[in-house]
């Protein structure tokens, strides 16, 4: 293992080595993956630190879940230019970057309303549970909180709207990151807070009315812009 392996979340290196795994034969379009256990044993790490790596393959679109069922292979879309938007480098750009994501997904999270089926709205619940599951257990969340949003993407129904937000997640990492360390309010209320958020949009998106989704979506990510400047 080299030093810069090392320096990287172990959640990360079991990433790449599903990344691998789904790349080998047998594997296909479809396939059901080994059951939790089974892939915790094989990279020889806890469940939490696997389910993380899964939430970000789910939320990058390389696997699907089915209730019940466990974790399948998802086709790979055709590759398509991808546009560059480059790392944060100041908070001023992670301010304008939740400026960007409140004016996209509010109408993401309103076409989700219109047009998600019930596996769809099902999946986002999943997603919202999964997040407060992780916090509850002292775990980052982070990419449970990615696999939410890209749930209501995949919801939306609109692929562009999917691969967008799969190409700006690690500018959506590093945001999360950072409000959580700047803020100065108390963990627990922050994780209140944010709870109530994530449900709002849920139920919006449940009860298939796009204005109290976009509104409730709008909300969330300015309530980040909040938690990041103690507003």
Do not use: W
Not at 43 to 72: C, D, T, W
Not at 99 to 113: D, T, V
Not at 187 to 193: C, L, N, Q, V
């Amino acid at each position: 293992m080299t030093s810069e392996t090392a320096a990287q979340p172990l959640s990360h290196q079991v990433y790449e080595g599903l990344l691998t795994l789904l790349g080998t034969d047998g594997y296909g379009p479809d396939v059901r993956l080994p059951s939790e256990q089974m892939l915790a044993q094989r990279f020889a790490v806890s469940r939490p630190v696997l389910r993380q790596a899964l939430f970000r393959l789910r939320a990058e679109g390389h696997i699907y879940s089915r209730k019940g069922s466990g974790s399948f292979v998802r086709a790979p879309v055709a590759e398509s230019p991808v546009i560059a938007l480059g790392s944060l480098h100041s908070i001023p750009d992670v301010r304008n970057f939740l400026e960007f994501r409140c004016a996209l997904e509010g109408e993401i999270a309103a076409l989700a309303a219109e047009r998600a089926a019930p596996q769809g709205t099902a999946e986002i619940e999943r997603m919202r549970l999964a997040i407060e599951a992780a916090l509850a257990n002292d775990r980052p969340a982070i990419e449970e909180d990615i696999a939410f949003h890209a749930a209501i993407a995949r919801a939306s129904g609109n692929r562009f709207f999917a691969q967008t937000l799969a190409a700006v997640a690690e500018q959506t990492r590093f945001s999360i990151r950072l409000t959580r360390e700047l803020s100065n309010r108390l963990i627990s209320d922050r994780h209140a807070e944010v709870a109530r958020e994530h449900a709002a949009i849920s139920t919006a998106i449940a009860s298939g009315n796009p204005d109290a989704a976009r509104e409730a979506m709008t909300a969330h990510l300015r309530g980040g812009i909040k938690r990041l400047f103690d507003q």
